[in-house]
Structures are given as C-alpha cells and as structure tokens.
Nanobody, 125 residues
Framework: QVQLVESGGGLAQAGDSLRLSCAAS????????MGWFRQAPGKEREFVAG????????DYGASVKGRFTISRDNAKNTVSLQMNSLKPEDTAVYYC??????????????????WGQGTQVTVSS
C-alpha cells in the first residue's frame, strides 16, 4: 500500500510561483512513473504533468507547458511540481498519483493506481 500526501498549495497572485510536493509512505515511488493532475470546480480532472521513474522523460499538459516543471527525488521518495507564472485559471485542487508502470509517462487517470488527497491552489488576478 502506498500513501501519497501533497503539500505546498495555498493562495497566490497571478504571476507568482508555488512549489507543490508529494511525499510517499508505505512503499517507495520507484520504479514507478508519477503524475500530477488537477481539478477545478465544475470541471473534470485533467492531466498536468508526468515523469518517468528515472526522471529522464517528462510530459506536460498544453495549458501548463513552459510554466510548470515536474521533478522527483527517488532517494527522498518525493515528487515536486514547480509552478511559475501562475494564472487564475490554474486554480484547482492538485493531485499527485503513482503510475501503474515504470516506463514513460501517462496522461490518463486509468494508468494510475494510487492518488493523494489533493492540495488546493488558488490564484487571484
């Protein structure tokens, strides 16, 4: 069993930066890919970013590409999401998730088996 706990969410103004972290307990995050998703009020959960277990492969949703950066530290069993140039439309609950397999990245929720509880990010204009 894996428990994922997100942290680092909060209030920000447009243009600010926030860094989200996801810590795992129970079992290590290796050798699994990881991902970040988000869900805004009234909207479906969407893919934000993914990273392979080695960290050499990353993928981003179109709306965050160039602004967000996903990274991981397997020694510390953590995954992070650096969010720069935040926009009000980035307001959502952000979830980290563990991919079912190690290789590559994935954009679909069905490819992930463990999810955190989420952390709220609110960006004001």
């Amino acid at each position: 069993q894996v428990q994922l706990v997100e942290s680092g969410g909060g209030l920000a103004q447009a243009g600010d930066s926030l860094r989200l972290s996801c810590a795992a307990s129970g079992r290590t995050l290796s050798p699994y890919g990881m991902g970040w998703f988000r869900q805004a009020p009234g909207k479906e959960r969407e893919f934000v970013a993914g990273i392979s277990w080695t960290g050499d492969s990353t993928d981003y949703g179109a709306s965050v590409k160039g602004r967000f950066t996903i990274s991981r530290d397997n020694a510390k069993n953590t995954v992070s999401l650096q969010m720069n140039s935040l926009k009000p439309e980035d307001t959502a609950v952000y979830y980290c998730a563990r991919k079912k397999t190690a290789w590559g990245t994935a954009r679909y929720e069905s490819e992930y088996d463990y999810w955190g509880q989420g952390t709220q990010v609110t960006v004001s204009s």
